[in-house]
Structures are given as structure tokens and as C-alpha cells.
């Protein structure tokens, strides 16, 4: 494996996309598959001051990345959390139970309220979820876009000027995918 010297040690966390399911490990796989090609780009420049600016922007997809990760493991468990639900079987005792209530002359039931209860924190949930991998599926498009982007200006001798830019950018696709992150971690920790 080749060395890149402008990565970080340390507090990195070893990524393992097949850690979660699909469709999370897709999103890590390119989000690594990105950063691969960022690092065999830059890694070929000879050495001078493009170079270490984009090691420098290189650190901040590596930072992508590591929150790509961290997102994609809160995803998989709020779906890991939805499925613990057994929505099927909790609509059914539902049904059943809705069934009695109106044959009781329509008396309160706080089981039916209860269950009614938890289909809605299922849908919660369920709606979080979808918009999570909606929203990792536009960051991680962006990421592949920045990369993209970094691999062209590695093969200009003169791209230093679109450096602030292409900066920019994988710092905006790093903060969306931190926002992303902790908005997930709210979701699991209000129980949706």
C-alpha cells in the first residue's frame, strides 16, 4: 500500500463498508473509491506548492469519508430500529384490536392508542431514514464531483488558482455530511 504522508494518524476510524447494509455500503464504497482516486492523483504530482495544497484539500476528503462512515452507521442502525418494529405485526394487533374497540361500543383503548403510537414512531423513523440516504446520496455525488475535479487540477501544472475553490467545496461536503451525521444521531436519540 502506498503512503500518503498528508494523512492524519490517529483518531481515524478503520472504515469497513460491509460493517453496514445496503444501501449505506454503497455510499462508502464510492465515498473510499473517491478518495482512492483523489490519493493515486495527487500521490503522481511532482512535489511543490499545488501539490501541498491539494494534500491539504486531500485531508478534508479523508475527513469526507470518515463521515460518510459515521453517517452511513447511524443510518443502518435506524433501520436496524425500524425493523425491530415489526410494523407488519404491530398493524395487524392494530386491526384486530381497532376491530374490538368498535365492537365494545367504541370505548378508549389504550392499547389501540399505544399501538397507534408506535406505527407513528415507525413512520418517523421510516421518513428520516429515507430522507438520510437521499441526502448521503447528493453529498456523496458532490464528493465524486470534488474528486473528480482535484484529478483535473493534478494534471495542470498551473491549476493552483481552482485550488480555493475545489477547497471550498470538499468543506461544504464535509459539513453536510456532519450535519447529516448529527441529525441522525438526534433522530436515535429522541426515539424518532
Same mark, same amino acid.
Given at each position: 500500500m502506498k503512503h500518503f504522508p498528508w494523512r492524519r494518524r490517529g483518531r481515524r476510524q478503520r472504515i469497513d463498508p460491509f460493517g453496514v447494509g445496503e444501501p449505506w455500503r454503497h455510499y462508502v464504497r464510492r465515498a473510499l473509491q473517491a478518495q482512492a482516486r483523489y490519493d493515486r492523483a495527487v500521490g503522481g504530482m511532482p512535489a511543490g506548492p499545488l501539490r501541498e495544497r491539494l494534500e491539504e484539500i486531500g485531508r478534508r476528503i479523508e475527513e469526507a469519508s470518515q463521515e460518510c462512515w459515521r453517517t452511513a452507521q447511524r443510518g443502518d442502525a435506524l433501520d436496524d430500529a425500524v425493523s425491530t418494529l415489526d410494523v407488519p405485526a404491530v398493524r395487524a394487533r392494530l386491526a384486530t384490536r381497532t376491530g374490538e374497540t368498535v365492537a365494545a361500543a367504541g370505548a378508549a383503548d389504550p392499547v389501540v392508542a399505544s399501538l397507534r403510537a408506535q406505527l407513528a414512531a415507525a413512520e418517523r423513523m421510516t421518513a428520516v431514514v429515507a430522507d438520510a440516504r437521499e441526502r448521503l446520496a447528493v453529498v456523496e455525488a458532490r464528493l465524486g464531483e470534488a474528486v473528480a475535479a482535484a484529478v483535473a487540477l493534478s494534471a495542470l501544472a498551473d491549476g493552483a488558482a481552482d485550488t480555493g475553490r475545489l477547497g471550498n467545496e470538499v468543506d461544504r461536503v464535509v459539513e453536510e455530511l456532519a450535519a447529516?451525521?448529527? &441529525? =441522525?444521531?438526534?433522530?436515535? &436519540? =429522541?426515539g424518532a
Open positions: 447529516l451525521s448529527s &441529525a =441522525l444521531d438526534e433522530t436515535r &436519540a =429522541l
